[in-house]
């Protein structure tokens, strides 16, 4: 850390998870820090869903992972140790860790929510956020985490009020969700159904309901005062994550888990390891090469694998991770670089970067989350690593 005041106000835009983060940690330093939110409120694209925040990358559990770099874990959290997975044929099978695979959290403005919790650290710090603010320049010292640019997957479905017991379920079958999977959540009377999807965004209309017509058969399925809801993950392994002077943190950079797109870990962990850079001087690009790349790197790879199986190959695929003793060690483990994935990397890359391009969307005529987002007018011209 440099010795010398800096009294400079150093700007972020985006008070997502990513841009609190790095608030957080800017302010724990001393630093001066405003936020800049487009939105009159923290998590407004996601209002009260429920995501996981993945608890296998690393051995630390992942809420000590948080509390170690000093931000708060002041949000309600519900352990997934039990998943109920089915694959095309609908065989049904149950995964069960010791230790949570991952921790359900709820996203938006609302009380107990991930977003909330760290607005609150963050203000109790003297960050200032200012709200309804959306920032179109940045000047002088500064963050960019304004969240995705591009869409290579969509995930679309609902948010619900239920009386189904607590649970989480998963579907592995491309007529529900092409390449993807759906899923249901639920959690203390509320509950999230998505198809998550990597391909087939034009026909998002029809494998929601099909989604929907699969849970209600598998599992009872019952939504109350159903809001419908959907976003668009980017992932991308950029040549630099910085915008002349300016880390881009989190989803703004494209960094997510490819495989799943689990993004909120990456952007926590993108937004502090940008704010030490600032405090530190060293290379942002440098930090998240080393904290983040291996692992993004391996998880392209794994996404390439996935999408070769097909609804054949998911049955195998769900048999064969269940007959491991430890799920989560053996999760972390295909999270690792290894030589065969490192063999591999350009392979996936190049055949991920080929369906970047969703071929079964025209963009012609069409509502789908991908043309209806921030996608189509931004496109994604950045460099990305051969
Ligand atoms: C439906 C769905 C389900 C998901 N499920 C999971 C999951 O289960 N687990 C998981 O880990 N991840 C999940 N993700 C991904 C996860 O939500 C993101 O990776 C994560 O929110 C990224 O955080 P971020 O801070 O980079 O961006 P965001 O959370 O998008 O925050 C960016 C913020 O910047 C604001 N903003 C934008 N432009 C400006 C501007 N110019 N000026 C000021 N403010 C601006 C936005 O309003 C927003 O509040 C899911 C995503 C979707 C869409």
């Known amino acids: 850390m440099t010795d010398a005041v800096n009294d400079e106000v150093i700007e972020i835009a985006g008070a997502g998870p990513a841009g609190l983060a790095a608030a957080i ?15 009159k409120e923290v998590g ?5 869903d429920f995501q996981g925040l993945e608890n296998w990358t690393s051995e630390a559990n992942v809420l000590d992972f948080l509390a170690n770099l000093g931000l708060t874990t002041d949000f309600n959290a519900g352990p997934g140790c039990v998943v109920t997975a089915f694959d095309a044929a609908r065989r049904a099978y149950r995964v ?7 921790y359900l959290v709820e996203r938006g403005p609302g ?21 309804e603010s959306r920032l179109r320049q940045m000047k002088g010292e500064g963050i960019l985490a304004a969240g995705p640019r591009a869409a290579d997957a ?19 079958d491309d007529d529900l969700a092409p390449k993807g999977y759906a899923y249901l959540l639920i959690m203390n009377g509320k509950g999230t159904l998505k198809s998550c999807m990597f391909s087939g965004f034009k026909q998002e209309k029809l494998y929601v309901q099909r989604t929907l017509a699969a ?44 495989l799943w797109g689990f993004g909120m870990r990456l952007a926590i962990h993108s937004g502090v390891l940008a704010a030490q850079s600032l405090l530190t001087d060293e290379s942002y690009d440098a930090l998240w090469q080393r904290e983040l790349r291996p692992q993004m790197k391996t998880s392209v790879v794994n996404r390439a694998l996935f999408e070769l199986l097909g609804n054949r190959g998911y049955g ?19 999270y690792q670089p290894s030589f065969i994935k490192r063999l591999l990397g350009p392979w996936a890359e190049r055949r991920y970067e080929s369906r970047r391009q969703d071929v079964t969307c025209d963009h012609i005529d069409c509502h789908c989350i991908w043309c209806r987002g921030a996608c189509c007018a931004h496109p994604d011209q950045e460099g990305r690593e051969g």
């Open 215 to 258: 849970f209600e058969q598998l599992v009872g399925l019952e939504m109350n005062n159903p809001q419908p809801h959907g976003g668009s993950g980017n992932f991308r392994i950029p040549a630099s994550a910085c915008s002349g002077p300016h880390p881009r943190v989190g989803e703004q950079a494209g960094f997510q888990d490819t």
């Open 316 to 334: 195998w695929f769900l048999k064969r991770q269940l007959a491991k003793p430890d799920l989560r060690a053996s999760l972390r483990r295909q």
């Open 96 to 102: 069960h860790s010791d230790e949570p695979l991952f």
């Open 154 to 172: 969509i995930a679309v479905g609902y948010h619900f009020e239920t009386t189904m017991a607590d649970g989480f379920w998963v579907i592995c």
């Open 25 to 39: 940690t800017l302010a724990r330093a001393g630093r001066e820090v405003v936020v800049h939110e487009a939105y």
């Open 44 to 48: 407004h694209r996601f209002g009260g």
């Open 111 to 131: 009380p107990g929510t991930l977003d909330s919790a760290l607005l609150a650290q963050a203000q109790a710090l003297g960050v200032e956020v200012r709200f």
